[in-house]
């Protein structure tokens, strides 16, 4: 597949490329649009639903404040007061006490959420106070009572309300009710000793609850569920999701910042909205299905297969006529490269633009330009080859020449007793038979210090007494060594010629060799005229000087250095003027490339 991809025309190529990209295109876009209305809807159902929930929670907030100013009211009115200690009183005062009482109670009990009210006295002087719309309702003996941790929690409270929740002790007061149990209980106080003299117990009725809290809610397709803050449920209405959370999870929910999530439930997606009250650790969960929403999202990837095909159709002529601009050049090229293949190199290409086909037009006709120069050329090289071979011989003709003309004048001085002219002679052809080698770039350490003996006797016997040299090496294993020949003579040459002939003092040259590490350091040193600080920084750098000059043997040795160790070499000169030169040359091992 991928070769027949390959071999197909950059037209097609182009085309094909297009159709692959608009449909991933069109797949991506797919996918993000489905993503933002699904975050989209989830937001707008969510803030929704939030909204459902606070309104849930102010309708159940009203109740229970409802019911705490009530109660309020009725525990400091003076008929409570009177009834609660009327133990010693004459039956007709206690019948007109019970009768005010009546008419004190009845007002909270006309609210349709009060299912029932209780007060019973502390002291066991007055019989208990009942009144309640539900036969289910009873009421525990006092010994009984004092003993539950609801009557501990209303001492705790000190007159202030206390709600409990399907709690264990609930039972006492409704055992046989089939409904959620939900009471207030709060104790009594004498508003002149602040004894606690009764205690009261306020039951709410669920089913008048939960029609309290959902006025004005459709619950025919959604679910609500109010738990406590131990995640036990207190009540809910529409679509059953009791069995979804443990109270576990409901006490996990309430930890969260309030807000809404998607969650699996009854084997389909549902969006969960939760808010936790702050005051009383209730907690509203309302749940509806996602399902329409889904369906929706789904729909929308109807009109995507329709879009794809329109576009299909409509870009394709705009294709046709684009890609006939571009393969036009390439093709009208194409025809002028076979020409060349056939041996016509006049045949060249001119494009109207500049872009990067027209450039490669243009370079085209250049490279065709010089390839009939260069072919024209051919001949003439040949010429020259057959003149550098000549040349080559000569070169070889000429060293011999050179080193029969000296030993002839080495013998002749022998002959004639001039020994110091015929050790000059036998020097000079040594150091010549060094420098003239041929096809071998490289010396070894050891043949280096060896020229520089014979170079430095040589000057010795030109300059007698005006100086004296010492050559060492330090690091006998470095002797073997190959480094590129006749690199270190140029440095004594200077030292010789630019320092201590132009001193009237004894000169001193003294060159070492030494190892450190995996380099090595060849260091020149004189004590002759020095130079200047610009001078020793053009040697170092391999600049020109301020004139344009320069110090061609050592550029010569910098170029050489340069390409054979690829710039891993180092000199460094210092220099004091008419105190002295310091040369020092570092390069690392040679190593045999492979």
């Known amino acids: 597949m991928k070769k027949w991809y390959l071999n197909l025309s950059i037209k097609y190529k182009l085309l094909i490329l297009f159709y692959c990209f608009l449909l991933l295109f069109s797949f991506a876009f797919y996918l993000y649009n ?24 102010a309708n159940s907030s009203f109740m229970r404040s409802e019911v705490e100013d009530m109660s309020a009211q009725l525990i400091v009115s003076p008929e409570i007061q009177a009834y609660l200690t009327s133990g010693n009183a004459s039956d007709t005062e206690k019948e007109y006490v019970d009768a005010s009482v009546r008419d004190a109670v009845n007002l909270l009990i006309s609210r349709g959420f009060v299912s029932s009210l209780s007060i ?12 309640t719309i539900d036969s289910r309702f009873t009421m525990p003996d006092q010994s009984e009572l004092i003993e539950t941790e609801l009557f501990r929690l209303a001492e705790q409270a000190q007159g202030r309300p206390v709600w409990l929740e399907n709690s264990e002790d609930t039972y006492m007061f409704a055992a046989n009710n089939h409904y959620n149990r939900i009471f207030m209980v709060r104790m009594i106080r004498d508003y002149d000793t602040y004894e606690n003299i009764g205690l ?27 738990y406590n803050s131990d995640g036990v449920e207190i009540s809910s209405l529409g679509l059953d999701f009791s069995d979804a959370f443990t109270p576990e999870e409901i006490q996990s929910i309430a930890a969260q910042e309030d807000g809404y999530q998607a969650t699996e439930w009854n084997q389909s997606t549902a969006l969960l909205c939760h808010m936790t009250d702050e005051e009383t650790g209730w907690v509203y969960l309302y749940m509806a299905p996602l399902q329409e929403m889904l369906n929706r999202i789904n729909n929308s990837s109807n009109y995507i297969v329709p879009f794809v095909v329109s576009a299909l159709i409509i870009v394709f002529p705009i294709l046709l006529v684009t890609t006939d601009l571009i393969i ?26 500049r872009d990067e086909i027209g450039q490669l037009g243009m370079g085209y006709d250049k490279m065709l330009q010089n390839l009939s120069s260069l072919i024209d050329k051919v001949y003439v090289l040949q010429i020259r080859e057959k003149e550098a071979e000549l040349n080559a011989l000569e070169s ?6 050179l080193y029969n003309t000296l030993d002839s004048i080495y013998w002749k001085a022998q002959m004639r007793g001039e020994e110091e002219i015929a050790e000059m002679v036998w020097i000079l052809s040594q150091v010549f038979r060094a420098c003239l080698r041929k096809g071998e770039p490289f010396s070894t350490v050891g043949n280096e210090f060896k020229l520089l003996e014979q170079y430095m006797r040589l000057q010795k016997l030109r300059c007698g007494e005006k100086f004296d040299y010492e050559i060492q090496l330090k690091d006998e294993q470095i002797h073997s060594q190959k ?10 040459e200077n030292a010789v010629y630019h320092g201590i002939e132009k001193e009237d003092r004894v000169g001193h040259i003294c060159v070492t060799g030494e190892l450190r590490g995996d380099r090595i350091y060849f260091q020149i040193q004189d004590n002759g005229q020095g130079m200047s600080p610009e001078q020793a920084k053009a040697i170092s750098t391999n600049t020109e000087l301020s004139d344009g000059r320069h110090y061609s043997a050592i550029h010569n040795i910098h170029e050489r250095l340069n390409i054979l160790y690829q710039g891993d070499y180092q000199i460094e000169v210092h220099s004091v003027p008419h105190q002295g030169t310091t040369f020092l040359l570092s390069i690392p091992l040679w190593r045999e490339k492979t």
């Open 200 to 226: 009261m117990v306020v039951g709410i009725s669920e089913p008048a609850l939960r029609q309290e809290y959902s006025r004005g809610i459709d619950t025919s397709e959604c679910g609500i569920a109010i």
């Open 396 to 401: 070889q003709i000429n060293p011999h020449f």
């Open 120 to 131: 019973c006295d502390l002291k066991g002087a007055v019989p208990p106070f009942i009144r």
């Open 34 to 57: 489905a993503r933002v209305v699904y975050q989209n809807t989830l937001q707008t159902i969510g803030n929704a639903n939030l909204n459902l929930l606070t309104q849930i929670n």
């Open 483 to 492: 480094i590129p020949k006749l690199i270190l003579q140029p440095f004594v």
């Open 328 to 353: 036009r050049p390439i093709r009208k090229l194409l025809v002028a490269m076979r020409s060349v293949e056939e041996g016509d190199f006049s045949q060249k290409v001119s494009f109207r633009y």
